[in-house]
Nanobody, 129 residues
Framework: QVQLVESGGGLVQVGVSLRLSCVASGRSFSAFTVGWFRQAPGKEREFVAAINWSGGSTAYADSVKDRFTITRDNAKNTVYLQMNSLKPEDTAVYSC??????????????????????WGQGTPVTVSS
């Protein structure tokens, strides 16, 4: 079993940056694919970013590309989501998820919630204009 805990969310103004963290416990997830998803009020959960086991392959939603960066530190069992130039439409609860499959390259499947076995509770991000 893997437990995931997100942190780093908060209430911020337009244009600022936040860094979210996803810490895993229970077992090492250095071989896992990890994704970030978000769910805004009244909307379905959507893909944000994903990273493979080594950090050598990443993928982003078009809406966050060039603003968000996903990285990982396997020694710390942690995956990060650096969010820059935040916009009101980035307001959502952000959750990380882990897929035990060791992938050399992030593929389309990693953009879907069904690819992930483990989920955190989420951390809220509110961007105020």
């Amino acid at each position: 079993q893997v437990q995931l805990v997100e942190s780093g969310g908060g209430l911020v103004q337009v244009g600022v940056s936040l860094r979210l963290s996803c810490v895993a416990s229970g077992r090492s997830f250095s071989a896992f694919t990890v994704g970030w998803f978000r769910q805004a009020p009244g909307k379905e959960r959507e893909f944000v970013a994903a990273i493979n086991w080594s950090g050598g392959s990443t993928a982003y939603a078009d809406s966050v590309k060039d603003r968000f960066t996903i990285t990982r530190d396997n020694a710390k069992n942690t995956v990060y989501l650096q969010m820059n130039s935040l916009k009101p439409e980035d307001t959502a609860v952000y959750s990380c998820a882990a897929d035990p499959g060791r992938k050399s390259t992030i593929t389309q499947s990693s953009r879907n919630t069904y690819a992930y076995d483990y989920w955190g509770q989420g951390t809220p991000v509110t961007v105020s204009s």
